[in-house]
């Protein structure tokens, strides 16, 4: 296979926080690369793994930091768990903790939410976990229910420092339940899958951008697209040599992709 140039890209998939907004801030550049996306008629889609969200909410928060982006073109990994779900057999029924983001989506896919006998425990993020939903969701588990996390992410960033997150409380439901989820965000490529199928994008003319060699750029590559990685976000230089893998370009930021279009 030839090797691939961003000439040669049709269809971007994009991280958000490191890549487009820092602390609520744009990436300087970013602004200009989505108007140069529009004005070449590239396809793209911003990819995040918090399942918080609905993509009114995050169109919303990024109109705030600058960025004029359409809910059609964002795709949170809430959306990409509501995705796989309707693909699955069965009754379509879950037990779910999490914000509106994940609750929008499910029901979107023609899901009731109850916590009688439901074929799904669905885990995402949300600030308010309780002891009671976690205790409900162990004992659903262990009668049957299916478990499915929306991502890894064992940990998220607030003002005053981390925070746990979906990755950690699944750790915990595993550690009472014995029972291994199904996590559906990045690195999965089934939520680069999902989001390909979504703007009808093709592997070798795709491309990913992220700040994180451990879920942007590993399931970029599972995914066989160009990987980009920019060192705007939570990677810095040197630790990219700690991989066993490489991205296809680095980049400082953003901005540097804008001419290269």
Not at 124 to 138: D, L, V
Not at 226 to 245: A, H, M, N, Q
Request: glycine share 6%.
């Amino acid at each position: 296979m030839p090797k691939r140039s961003v000439r040669d890209i049709e269809c971007f998939l994009t991280d958000m926080d490191g890549v487009l907004v820092h602390d609520e801030q744009p990436v300087p550049g970013a602004a200009e690369l989505l108007q140069r996306w529009v004005d070449t008629s590239r396809r793209f889609l911003i990819l995040t793994n918090n399942s918080t969200y609905t993509p009114r909410d995050l169109a919303a928060r990024l109109a705030r930091s600058g960025l004029e982006v359409p809910e059609e073109n964002l795709w949170t990994s809430a959306m990409a768990t509501a995705t796989f779900l309707k693909s699955q057999s069965g009754e379509r029924t879950a037990y779910v903790i999490g914000e509106a983001g994940i609750t929008t989506a499910l029901h979107g896919a023609g899901f009731v939410l109850t916590d009688t006998n439901p074929a799904y425990v669905v885990l995402g993020e949300t600030r308010n976990y309780s002891f009671e939903a976690i205790t409900t969701a162990i004992r659903l588990i262990n009668a049957g229910a299916r478990f499915i996390v929306t991502n890894p992410d064992t940990t998220g960033p607030s003002p005053t420092g981390v925070l746990p997150a979906t990755g950690s409380v699944a750790a915990m439901i595993t550690a009472a339940t014995n029972r291994q989820p199904y996590v559906v965000g990045k690195p999965n490529p089934m939520m680069f899958r999902s989001a390909m199928n979504r703007i009808e994008a093709h592997s070798e003319t795709t491309a990913m951008i992220g700040d994180r060699m451990d879920t942007d750029i590993v399931a970029g590559m599972e995914a066989g697209l160009l990987t980009v990685l920019v060192l705007s976000g939570v990677t810095s230089r040197e630790e990219i040599d700690t991989f066993p893998y490489r991205p296809n370009m680095v980049l400082d930021s953003v901005a540097d992709l804008v001419p290269m279009l």
